[in-house]
């Protein structure tokens, strides 16, 4: 064979195969998991600023005691959370929510992580639904109180005390108002619950 010659192989055609057809690609289908997990994370945010507002209202309620500098041997004016019922419920049931807050963030992380998992979702919708229960009795009780601190009431012979015992008062006040927070959060907290498990 001469070096400018060109040499052609014939290579015969496999039978079975067919011309002018390609392979058609599956494309895979996105995962619908996007708004869900864009409500847990949602869902978590809102759980740690819960749990912030409900430690917040059990400490500055814990600490609200006030004396007032004139006293005698026999006499001391003192104003203390533990000296009414209604704040020392605020303030058990304020340390339990803030408690059930802490632990409840797992199961967020959980729902963040598995998107269409029900199952934790359901878990948190039910216990906030208590939680919330528990939450806004406490703030409604201490906000009774701390409206008669402010204002007294004058059928039932009740004085104002916030004007001797301002400190006392400024602390309460803003126990109630970090709590009404916690309340607000829980039911953001529900409505992402509910959004999330709804069905498409």
Not at 32 to 46: E, H, Q, T, V, Y
Request: charged share 15%; net charge positive; hydrophobic share 55%.
């Amino acid at each position: 064979m001469k070096s400018g010659e060109a040499t052609t192989i014939d290579v015969p055609e496999a039978s079975g195969t067919t011309k002018g057809k390609a392979p058609i690609l599956m494309v895979p289908r996105k995962e619908k998991g996007g708004m869900k997990r864009g409500l847990a994370i949602i869902d978590l945010i809102l759980r740690i600023g819960a749990m912030v507002a409900a430690l917040a209202a059990a400490a500055t309620m814990g600490t609200s005691d006030q004396n007032l500098p004139f006293f005698t041997q026999f006499f001391q004016f003192e104003a203390s959370y533990d000296d009414m019922p209604s704040f020392e419920f605020f303030l058990i049931a304020m340390s339990i929510v803030a408690g059930y807050l802490v632990l409840s963030l797992p199961f967020s992380i959980v729902a963040i992580v598995r998107p269409h998992a029900g199952g934790p979702r359901l878990l948190l919708l039910i216990m906030d639904i208590v939680a919330l229960t528990l939450a806004t009795s406490a703030a409604a009780a201490a906000t009774s109180i701390v409206y008669l601190a402010h204002n007294g009431n004058s059928n039932s012979n009740w004085l104002a005390i916030c004007n001797q015992f301002g400190d006392f008062c400024q602390k309460v006040s803003g126990a109630v108002v970090a709590s009404f927070i916690t309340v607000v959060s829980f039911m953001f907290l529900i409505l992402l619950s509910a959004l999330a498990l709804r069905k498409h």
